[in-house]
């Protein structure tokens, strides 16, 4: 695969289609992007579950946080890492130790490990890498627009109210 650019219809059809991420490199710290994306995904309807061996047993954003992939007690369909290039290969061949293994490993912005990519895609996982599921659910979505950045998708979806106030769109995942 080329993992300097992916179609849209890809990155929609894994935001669409997962529902339990593992989050590796979950922060307590409010102002931290990976805090940020736990609360953007578990608002999105997602079951995220947080990842961080120094958080275990603790509980982040109502969700209780693992120290390890290998202590998580159900399948996860989604591996987010969280952490940086070098750790990334590691983390990969944790994921890749799950029974069942996830559909795909998602290396966050500026984290791109190619050894790494290649050993998963030969173990038939899905991996995205240098980009943002926060981000591309925002793009792909249209809520991003609200902010003045040009997402280039067009759409006439009317936001629907998200309680408390909070617009918010879909990108029409089952289930939610």
């Not at 609360?39 to 958080?55: A, M």
């Not at 159900?74 to 994921?95: K, Q, W």
């Not at 050894?115 to 809520?143: D, F, H, Q, W």
């Amino acid at each position: 695969m080329n993992h300097d650019a992916y179609p849209d219809s890809l990155i929609r059809e894994i935001l669409k289609s997962v529902k339990t991420i593992a989050l590796v490199g979950a922060s307590a710290n409010e102002a931290r992007p990976s805090w940020i994306v736990t609360k953007y995904l578990l608002d999105r309807d997602y079951d995220v579950i947080p990842v961080n061996p120094g958080l275990a047993g603790q509980t982040l954003l109502g969700k209780t946080v693992y120290g390890s992939l290998k202590d998580i007690p159900r399948p996860v369909d989604m591996v987010e890492i969280f952490r940086n290039s070098e750790a990334a290969g590691p983390l990969t061949d944790e994921a890749l130790g799950l029974d069942p293994l996830p559909k795909v490993i998602w290396m966050q912005l500026s984290v791109r490990n190619d050894e790494a990519a290649a050993k998963a895609e030969a173990r038939g996982v899905t991996v995205i890498m240098n980009r943002c599921p926060k981000i591309e659910y925002g793009r792909l979505s249209g809520e991003i627009g609200w902010q003045g950045i040009n997402s280039r998708i067009l759409s006439a979806k009317k936001p629907v109210l998200a309680g408390k106030g909070f617009q918010k769109l879909t990108i029409n995942r089952p289930g939610t």
